[in-house]
């Protein structure tokens, strides 16, 4: 080794200079870092290993922007795709489902309107297929919700094809405080489409609508607070 350099650099015995530490392989380092598959992305599609499909805008490697789809897919042995299971379209925020969106399950579950935190928050609607209607006890709920729980100011219809229409206030998902429960009957319109439309009403649920007293009301309120 040249005297110049060698106390900058360490030489073995016969004053050659020694093998310094190997250079990083930045581009190595860069894509070990969590989401940096994706981070050069502004738009595109990824797909995750858990079966889960992404289209839309990035940024800095998460979904953020405009949500073409997000879909749950289920995976089959070999790693392929088998059916999808559910798709959510609409805005995304820093990888989380935040804004105006709708998601729709392969069963018949549709929810549309506001999230955030990957969560429905603030006002949104939720119908149910009929195939569904027996698990969660309602047919729709259109409101409020807080951290995927109906809370706040809602209708919501249930019973037999949707028959009664309660409106009032929801707390965690169940129905509190004085609400107003309808009778929903189909009537012919003048353009020749069939309709509901409510009768009767009244605070609490002491009200007897369609000749159903307090105890079929009762029973039915509350295979409608589930879900």
Same mark, same amino acid.
């Given at each position: 080794?040249?005297?110049?350099?060698?106390?900058?650099?360490?030489?073995?015995?016969?004053?050659?200079?020694?093998?310094?530490?190997?250079?990083?392989?930045?581009?190595?380092?860069?894509?070990?870092?969590?989401?940096?598959?994706?981070?050069?992305?502004?738009?595109?599609?990824?797909?995750?290993?858990?079966?889960?499909?992404?289209?839309?805008?990035?940024?800095?490697?998460?979904?953020?922007?405009?949500?073409?789809?997000?879909?749950?897919?289920?995976?089959?042995?070999?790693?392929?795709?088998?059916?999808?299971?559910?798709?959510?379209?609409?805005?995304?925020?820093?990888?989380?489902?935040?804004?105006?969106? &709708?998601?729709?399950?392969?069963?018949?579950?549709? /929810? *549309? =309107?506001?999230?955030?935190?990957?969560? $429905?928050? !603030? %006002? +949104? @609607?939720?119908?149910?297929?009929?195939?569904?209607?027996?698990?969660?006890?309602?047919?729709?709920?259109?409101?409020?919700?807080?951290?995927?729980?109906?809370?706040?100011?809602?209708?919501? &219809?249930?019973?037999?094809?949707?028959?009664?229409? /309660? *409106? =009032?206030?929801?707390?965690?998902?169940? $129905?509190? !405080? %004085? +609400? @107003?429960?309808?009778?929903?009957?189909?009537?012919?319109?003048?353009?020749?489409?069939?309709?509901?439309?409510?009768?009767?009403?009244?605070?609490?649920?002491?009200?007897?609508?369609?000749?159903?007293?307090?105890?079929?009301?009762?029973?039915?309120?509350?295979?409608?607070?589930?879900?």
């Amino acid at each position: 080794g040249h005297p110049k350099y060698e106390k900058y650099l360490e030489v073995d015995t016969k004053k050659v200079q020694k093998a310094g530490q190997p250079l990083a392989d930045l581009a190595m380092c860069f894509y070990k870092e969590r989401n940096n598959d994706t981070k050069h992305l502004k738009e595109g599609v990824a797909r995750y290993a858990d079966g889960t499909e992404y289209k839309g805008e990035f940024q800095d490697g998460k979904p953020h922007g405009r949500c073409d789809h997000l879909k749950r897919m289920e995976l089959k042995e070999d790693g392929s795709y088998a059916r999808e299971l559910a798709q959510y379209s609409g805005q995304f925020q820093n990888g989380e489902r935040c804004g105006e969106g &709708t998601y729709k399950t392969s069963d018949g579950l549709t /929810y *549309e =309107g506001e999230w955030r935190a990957s969560m $429905r928050n !603030g %006002k +949104g @609607k939720q119908v149910l297929s009929a195939s569904l209607v027996e698990a969660y006890g309602y047919e729709s709920y259109e409101g409020q919700w807080e951290d995927d729980m109906r809370h706040g100011k809602g209708s919501m &219809t249930f019973g037999i094809n949707g028959c009664f229409l /309660y *409106e =009032g206030p929801f707390v965690n998902d169940q $129905r509190e !405080g %004085k +609400g @107003k429960v309808y009778l929903l009957t189909e009537k012919q319109s003048g353009d020749g489409n069939r309709r509901k439309t409510a009768t009767g009403g009244g605070g609490g649920f002491g009200l007897g609508v369609g000749g159903i007293g307090l105890g079929g009301i009762g029973n039915l309120m509350g295979a409608g607070a589930k879900k």
